[in-house]
């Protein structure tokens, strides 16, 4: 239950492949976020095109919301399956919807409203399937106590290119919906409030698209794969209007070689893919390091290894981006922890990048990437500082002048020169080369350059630390708990808090953003004042806790892993820490109820 | 800069070719050199890109912009160079284990595209650089130090397999004859649209099936035979033949828009490269409009 100080209302859809969940989805998305009020979406699918089992859960708070949450509040069954899989989870004062036609509730709950409705009589016998989702969605607005007419503008702007018939059906069938609703439905105590401000709203992958046009990306290059193709449909759908050049090609391969070249022409450029494709980008990642060209790769990481399990999440590709490609040398790794750091992070990314002339890798992963996120539109800004670095410019007209590319120079950084500059002519070389780019791997051998440029490149990144924000230690110093986490994880990780909080145990949270460069120094730090440390993190080996071993020589006291595919609950870290605190176990792994 | 302020060696490096005495890819050096000097293609506007062998030492030897990068990929990387900045002259280079070996799902997906960049291909028909290992060109039969029984399988057809995958401008050349090849590189470098140079470049050292010796009898050129360029039908024939003819020039040449005269991007404005980066107010506003 939800009173209007606290607003907090979890909308579950549930039913197969090609059943019409987004649309439904997009709409009260709409109809929250113009109301002002926060929310986050997480879509437990499937990588099926037509049946099994989708399960949509918007969440609906008038405060930030970072993640799904623990309970559901209205369940709409778009099947038995849905129905019989998730009519358990309700509790008292909660809402499930149903076509009553079609559909027998089975055993409910104390004080759970089991609302049918009559599909075929609300619309006439019309053979349109997908209308019980919009008569839902009139049931839906009489029992948030929102007035109709909102719905009507969405379903208007929803379907107004399919013609005003279309409109006016979907109009019709959702009013049937709401006013059978109000003759048969309590609605609840206190309905959807009204926040500030209208707010906007965005997937991760779309403000990674974003990101990387405010950045300047002129070339993006991909081959599809979950859950990272939304940064290609957001670019492919906004490259004309922006400038942007988007390619699909054969494989992560070319993607990954082809953005190079583009970047060496001059071009800011970007690619992103999942696990299994980031696999097959990594020896052009050793490439752009080799060639110092600055070039972008974005990992959004799924349940691998292998293919995996293509739509479900998990921060297990740690070690693979640490280890990507042949060699020792400096790539710089980040992790956002939301959409709109992961939007933020990149024109910071490109410009370090550009600066120290290197691959730059981004780490989101499903939760981050397809999960829908508010946000306040005037925090969105897509015209950040752009530094691009040493790059010489001015053509040389002296036919006896030698440009040096890879010129030893104190800070390591050589500048560039793009190709089409008069006089400055010169090769960029995989193989070892010395500063004027002739090779030394074939007849040139001398360990005397080699080991001079392997210093060069490394000397480059001597100042990155001072560049990077140190991670910073959440809530109060003393907190008998401090859990530890990377990336998308810290949002769940600070709600579990909350609620440890309220139970009277305090606990604070180190949430790692940048992996390389890592702020050893800092975190050993704030580490080492700590009294028990957890760490929390989606994988099953604990990719993260050996990291920071490795980084610091801290081992952390316990671990909550999860690695089922499905992303924490808050209250998943709210018991493995009792637990933990309770017995001598070292790691907890929290049971999934929700099973999608 | 005009054509004839340029001479071959305008496009010489310092560096001397490590080639072994005698290799094949000296004739297709001089050859680009010289094909560059007479269209007058000023260096400094010719990106030189290679992957990784023998033949993919070429950007260290001809001066212009170069870059030497991984095994098989690049068609990747020159393909980015040409679609970032489409005013520049991109020449790729390398050889065939390069190119139709590791790098063969490249060639077919470039040529289908009409990228506007010409490749040439030093086919030696073995992998020198690792010392005499089979190549996707050797015949049946050959033996080499990973076939030492004799090879079981059957050669690509570099020609064929251009033409079917939409390549528009498909030739071979003979690095023997560089008067001919010479003629060949420049049509291509001219040609608006994906050009391939399959190109025999004898490897003396570790092929002694297909050397000049081998090449000399055989090498009859199209032009001589009054071949028809816009017939493919023809030019497969011609490309199939192996025995005492093999035929080197233009099999065939197509009129194609390439992929960046029909990218709406490159419309106006100039080479992306070249452009300013970052969105416009405009952009910015409306981008955010529709997420709210």
């Known amino acids: 239950m939800s009173s209007s100080n606290n607003f907090d209302f979890a909308i579950s859809i549930g039913g197969a492949a090609g059943q019409g969940i987004a649309t439904p989805g997009n709409l009260l998305s709409r109809i929250f976020i113009r109301r002002g009020l926060h929310l986050h979406a997480y879509n437990a699918y499937q990588s099926i095109i037509r049946g099994g089992h989708i399960f949509l859960t918007i969440r609906v708070r008038n405060q930030p919301v970072t993640n799904h949450g623990d309970k559901l509040d209205l369940l709409h069954c778009l099947n038995q399956d849905t129905m019989d899989r998730h009519l358990r989870l309700m509790g008292p004062g909660t809402n499930v919807l149903f076509n009553s036609d079609t559909i027998e509730p089975s055993e409910a709950g104390d004080g759970v409203q089991l609302c049918g409705l009559p599909i075929k009589e609300l619309t006439d016998n019309n053979r349109n399937k997908l209308l019980q989702n919009t008569i839902a969605l009139g049931a839906m607005m009489h029992l948030l106590g929102i007035e109709f007419q909102v719905l009507q503008d969405v379903l208007t702007e929803q379907f107004g290119r399919k013609g005003q018939g279309v409109v006016d059906e979907n109009v019709s069938v959702a009013r049937a919906g709401y006013e059978y609703a109000t003759a048969n439905f309590k609605p609840l105590e206190n309905g959807a409030p009204t926040g500030p401000k209208p707010l906007a709203v965005w997937t991760g992958n779309e403000a990674l698209g974003m990101g990387g046009a405010s950045a300047g990306v002129k070339f993006y290059c991909a081959y599809p794969m979950s859950p990272a193709t939304g940064v290609l449909h957001w670019m492919a759908k906004n490259a004309r209007e922006v400038g942007i050049m988007v390619r699909q090609v054969e494989d992560e391969i070319a993607a990954s070689n082809m953005i190079i070249g583009a970047a060496h022409a001059g071009c800011r450029t970007m690619c992103a893919t999942s696990g299994g494709g980031f696999a097959l980008m990594t020896e052009a990642i050793g490439a752009a390091s080799m060639m110092e060209i600055p070039a972008v790769y974005i990992n959004v990481m799924r349940a691998g290894p292998s293919t995996g399990v293509p739509t479900k999440t998990e921060q297990a590709d740690l070690w693979q981006v640490l280890g990507a490609s042949a060699g020792d040398f400096e790539r710089l790794i980040v992790a956002p922890t939301d959409a709109l750091d992961a939007f933020n992070t990149l024109p910071e990314l490109f410009n370090l990048t550009d600066h120290y002339q290197c691959p730059g890798i981004l780490l989101s992963d499903l939760l981050i990437s397809e999960g829908t996120f508010s946000v306040d539109p005037d925090a969105i800004n897509l015209q950040p500082e752009i530094n691009r670095g040493k790059i010489v410019t001015e053509p040389n007209e002296d036919p006896d002048y030698e440009f040096h590319r890879y010129e030893n120079t104190d800070d390591g950084i050589s500048a560039r020169a793009l190709p089409g500059t008069l006089g400055l002519t010169h090769v960029v070389a995989t193989d070892e080369h010395d500063e004027d780019s002739v090779l030394l791997s074939d007849e040139f051998t001398n360990p005397l350059k080699r080991r001079k440029m392997v210093e060069k490149r490394a000397r480059k990144f001597d100042d990155l630390l001072e560049r990077i924000a140190a991670p910073q230690l959440q809530g109060p110093a003393d907190a008998e708990v401090t859990l530890v986490g990377f990336g998308s994880t810290e949002g769940v990780i600070a709600e579990g808090i909350e609620q440890l909080t309220a139970a009277g145990v305090t606990v604070n949270q180190l949430a790692v953003k940048w992996i390389v460069p890592f702020h050893a120094e800092a975190v050993t730090e704030i580490l080492s004042k700590a009294n028990k440390t957890i760490m929390v993190e989606n994988n099953h080996s604990g990719q993260f806790f050996r990291y920071l071993r490795s980084e610091t020589g801290i081992t952390v006291d316990a671990s909550i892993r999860k690695y089922d595919g499905e992303p924490f609950m808050p209250h998943h870290i709210a018991d493995g820490v009792r637990e933990l605190l309770a017995g001598d176990a070292k790691i907890y792994v929290p049971e999934q109820e929700i099973m999608v | ?292």
């Open chain 2, 1 to 292: 800069m005009t054509a004839t302020e340029l001479s071959p060696k305008d496009f010489k490096s310092k560096i001397n070719p490590d080639w072994c005495p005698g290799c094949g890819d000296f004739g297709v050096l001089n050859g680009l050199q010289r094909a560059c000097a007479e269209l007058g293609i000023a260096p400094h506007t010719i990106v030189n890109v290679s992957g990784i062998g023998c033949s993919s030492n070429f950007p260290g030897y001809f001066k212009a912009y170069g870059m030497h990068t991984l095994h098989g990929r690049s068609l990747a990387y020159a393909a980015g160079v040409q679609l970032a900045n489409h005013e520049l002259t991109v020449i790729a280079t390398g050889g065939d284990g390069d190119g139709y070996g590791i790098g063969g799902n490249h060639l077919t997906h470039i040529a289908r595209r009409n990228v506007n960049l010409t490749y040439i291909v030093m086919n030696n028909q073995i992998y020198g650089l690792t010392t005499g290992q089979v190549s996707p060109t050797s015949r049946p039969g050959a033996k080499t130090k990973s076939t030492p029984f004799g090879n079981l399988e059957t050669p690509i057809n570099p020609i064929t397999s251009a033409i079917m995958a939409g390549a528009t401008f498909v030739a071979r050349g003979y690095s023997a004859d560089g008067k001919h090849l010479t003629e060949l590189m420049k049509k291509a470098i001219q040609h608006n649209g994906f050009a391939l140079i399959d190109i025999f470049s004898p490897c003396v050292t570790f092929n002694k099936d297909n050397s000049y010796d081998f090449f000399k009898p055989r090498v009859k050129k199209l032009e001589d035979e009054g071949h028809d360029t816009s017939d493919w039908k023809a030019a497969c024939e011609k490309a199939l033949e192996w025995g005492d003819t093999i035929y080197t020039g233009l099999f065939l040449q197509r009129e194609q828009p390439t992929l960046s005269d029909l990218e709406p991007v490159l419309k106006e404005g100039g080479p992306l490269a070249r452009r300013p980066l970052g969105l416009s107010t405009e952009d910015s506003a409306r981008i955010i409009k529709r997420m709210c």
